[in-house]
């Protein structure tokens, strides 16, 4: 785990995302960016976002629209869930 901005009112973590090394209910806020292309098909990491989250707390969730992927080459149904507006999980 590396800690890369840690601050008092919040933290940048740079790591492997399943599992999560906190406690369950740590958090009230989680930005997640650019990491929904590499969660596992079975789910098991966005289930880990929702356990260190408090009840009540809020995700935030952001990926780069399939138009926008379609145009990087590094960017790959093989290598990457694509995302667009109709159909939220899409693997080409």
Same mark, same amino acid.
């Given at each position: 785990?590396?800690?890369?901005?840690?601050?008092?009112?919040?933290?940048?973590?740079?790591?492997?995302?399943?599992?999560?090394?906190?406690?369950?209910?740590?958090?009230?806020?989680?930005?997640?960016?650019?990491?929904?292309? &590499?969660?596992?098909?079975?789910?098991?990491? =966005?289930?880990? +976002?929702? #356990?260190?989250?408090?009840?009540?707390?809020?995700?935030?969730?952001?990926?780069?629209?399939?138009?926008?992927?379609?145009?990087?080459? &590094?960017?790959?149904?093989?290598?990457?869930? =694509?995302?667009? +507006?109709? #159909?939220?999980?899409?693997?080409?």
């Amino acid at each position: 785990m590396k800690w890369l901005y840690p601050a008092v009112e919040w933290c940048w973590w740079q790591g492997p995302f399943s599992p999560l090394p906190w406690v369950d209910e740590m958090f009230d806020k989680i930005l997640l960016v650019n990491v929904a292309y &590499f969660f596992d098909s079975g789910d098991r990491d =966005i289930s880990e +976002a929702y #356990r260190v989250l408090r009840p009540g707390g809020r995700i935030v969730l952001y990926v780069t629209s399939r138009d926008t992927m379609q145009k990087w080459p &590094f960017a790959a149904a093989d290598t990457h869930w =694509i995302f667009d +507006a109709q #159909r939220p999980r899409q693997s080409s």
